[in-house]
């Protein structure tokens, strides 16, 4: 895998696994105290978790599905303090405009290239960066980006989000002006359905 190269995200504040077929014996779900009780876990920590994940392909290369029809986010393990998900891409899909909620993250690109787009600060418009494979991308709170694949070939990459997700808001693409929050079911236990497991993901709501 390459090296992985880390660079400090544009935020702005506001107001989208079963490796080798089963769940990994360690995984457990995501429970306890709400979202409000728990606090994210230090970004050099969700780092190491990206990086660690992305490096052990066997545990998610039969698992993660670049299908044209649309992402399928499937995630790896869920505790109570972070989760993590392998996304395939295809040419043309993205996310939307979006953040995270109460939850920050990081992600990995572990094959392929990614388009981030952020808003520009106060100057209107976007900023883009190419994520070429191995480059890893924090995510702190308030990071309003859409993520997309710009390139021809598929891409992979590994997210992790602490707290587990909860919600997203997702943003007009040219205001960054917020549009609709989503929230999800605070319970959301590993699955070994990939058609479940892939349900779960909040960005995949918006598409229902």
């Given amino acids: 895998m390459s090296t992985i190269a ?51 392909r066997p545990l998610w290369e039969s698992t993660v599905r670049h299908d044209p029809d649309g992402r399928e986010p499937v995630r790896l393990i869920g505790t109570d303090s972070y989760e993590v998900w392998v996304i395939g891409w295809t040419t043309g899909q993205n996310v939307r405009v979006h953040d995270h909620g109460d939850s920050t993250g990081a992600f990995v690109v572990t094959e392929g290239e990614l388009t981030e787009v952020l808003p520009s600060g106060g100057s209107g418009g976007v900023v883009e960066r190419t994520l070429g494979a191995g480059r890893l991308r924090h995510l702190a709170l308030g990071t309003v980006h859409d993520v997309v694949n710009r390139a021809v070939e598929p891409a992979t990459s590994i997210h992790v989000y602490s707290p587990p997700l909860t919600s997203m808001t997702y943003y007009d693409a040219e205001t960054f002006e917020p549009e609709e929050t989503e929230s999800i079911v605070e319970e959301r236990p590993l699955l070994d359905d990939r058609a479940s497991s892939y349900a779960l993901h909040p960005s995949q709501r918006t598409r229902r």
Avoid: C, K, N, W
């Fill in 6 to 56: 880390s660079s400090s995200p544009i935020s702005r504040q506001a107001g989208g696994r079963h490796p080798l077929g089963r769940p990994p014996a360690t995984a457990v779900p995501a429970t306890g105290p709400g979202p409000g009780d728990r606090e994210p876990l230090p970004a050099h920590v969700l780092a190491d978790i990206a990086a660690g994940f992305a490096a052990a």
